[in-house]
């Protein structure tokens, strides 16, 4: 059975964030990102799991290393849909603004 993991529950987490950034400066090796943390290489690759389960990370095999690359695809998409939510509190904003402004005239 394939689990398809939430991509916001993913990157809720401080530690897959700190991933992100750093692939997004280029490909880097499991051991590479580890040695990034003050945690085990388990614990890391279990993050990294978490990301490539989201499709937020996709990875090369090199000989005998794997690469892993930041899918910037999947980070357009995140992206994207952020820019929707902000547009819609924007417009709530303003609506909100309206109507302050009206009680502010009705009680003059």
């Known amino acids: 059975m394939d689990v398809r993991r939430d991509v ?12 992100i ?3 997004a400066v280029g490909a880097m090796t499991p051991n590479g990102i580890a ?6 290489r388990q614990a890391v690759s279990k993050h ?8 937020i990370l996709t990875y090369q095999q090199q000989g005998r290393e794997i690469y892993y690359h930041l899918n910037t695809d999947k980070m357009k998409e995140i992206e ?3 820019d929707q939510f902000r547009q819609l ?20």
């Open 8 to 19: 916001f529950q993913a990157i809720a987490d401080p530690t897959r964030r700190a991933i």
């Open 80 to 82: 994207k849909w952020l």
């Open 48 to 55: 990294i799991k978490v990301l490539a389960e989201c499709d």
């Open 89 to 108: 509190l924007a417009k709530r904003f303003d609506q909100l603004d309206n109507v302050l402004y009206q009680l502010k005239q009705n009680k003059k």
């Open 35 to 40: 040695e990034h943390f003050q945690t085990s």
């Open 21 to 23: 950034l750093l692939l």
